[in-house]
């Protein structure tokens, strides 16, 4: 599902339905976005760049469920093919929810709350908190809503961030690793953490040299192990440039251009 911000930064991911409908909300489409000014995520524009890495793994897990659950006897092939579809990716919404549990209680602790979710989403925040506080990082503000009108999106990260005279956005991520292999390279992370610095700190110009940002990788198949990896400011400044070429393919393929011109 696509998501969508107004120019105040506020989520507009449903609209309301018609009375009487069977659901009270459905999801954003690009019509609602044209007609209410809506600005598209960064998650969202960059849904456009192929990642061959995501695409492999997703077709792993389905052949991995077949190879464990081949069809049944009188199991047509369309049949098949839905039941694969939906129970090789079950664990995944798992851990989304996981995810989901353990950014909720990360947000709550730098507001200063008492974190909701306990069991494992507690461990992996409290460990991931951790890192961040060893890595030297000052909250700004959390839980960070942003638009960039120049450059025609908005999105919401964790948090911007100061260390020393450097300022900079930290994203928290939960990831499955193996013991012993070092962190794969997440295509997608660098230009959003690039994305969200401009439009935060930069008021939509260029990154300047004492900006940064970082990404906070927490385990969720090895206990405690939090990975903190920093980007100087020049990378993001090359990942931005990425990210405008997602934007102008973005634009050209919804046939609808968000920016506020000047």
Not at 136 to 149: F, H, L, R
Request: glycine residues 8%; negative net charge; proline residues 6%.
């Amino acid at each position: 599902m696509s998501h969508w911000y107004n120019a105040e930064g506020k989520a507009c991911h449903t609209q309301p339905t018609k009375k009487g409908a069977k659901n009270a909300t459905r999801p954003t489409n690009i019509t609602d976005a044209r007609a209410q000014g809506l600005f598209p995520s960064i998650t969202t524009i960059m849904g456009v760049i192929d990642n061959p890495a995501l695409n492999r793994w997703k077709n792993s897990r389905i052949v991995e469920w077949c190879f464990k659950a081949p069809p049944g006897p009188e199991e047509t092939l369309e049949e098949y093919t839905g039941t694969a579809l939906e129970k090789a990716f079950e664990e995944v919404a798992d851990a989304a929810d996981l995810g989901t549990d353990t950014h909720a209680n990360i947000e709550a602790y730098t507001r200063g709350e008492p974190m909701p979710y306990q069991g494992h989403a507690f461990d992996l925040a409290w460990a991931g908190l951790l890192g961040f506080q060893k890595a030297g990082y000052t909250v700004d503000k959390s839980e960070v809503s942003v638009v960039c009108p120049q450059h025609g999106y908005a999105g919401t990260t964790d948090c911007a961030v100061t260390k020393g005279s450097m300022c900079g956005i930290v994203d928290f991520k939960t990831i499955r690793t193996t013991p012993g292999k070092p962190l794969s390279y997440r295509f997608n992370h660098l230009p959003q953490i690039a994305a969200y610095h401009v439009a935060y700190w930069c008021n939509g110009g260029v990154i300047t040299d004492n900006g940064f940002g970082a990404n906070v990788y927490i385990s969720t198949t090895e206990p405690n192990r939090v990975e903190v990896v920093e980007y100087t400011a020049q990378e993001m400044r090359d990942a931005f440039d990425m990210f405008l070429s997602a934007c102008n393919i973005w634009r050209y393929a919804n046939k609808y251009d968000p920016r506020v011109k000047a």
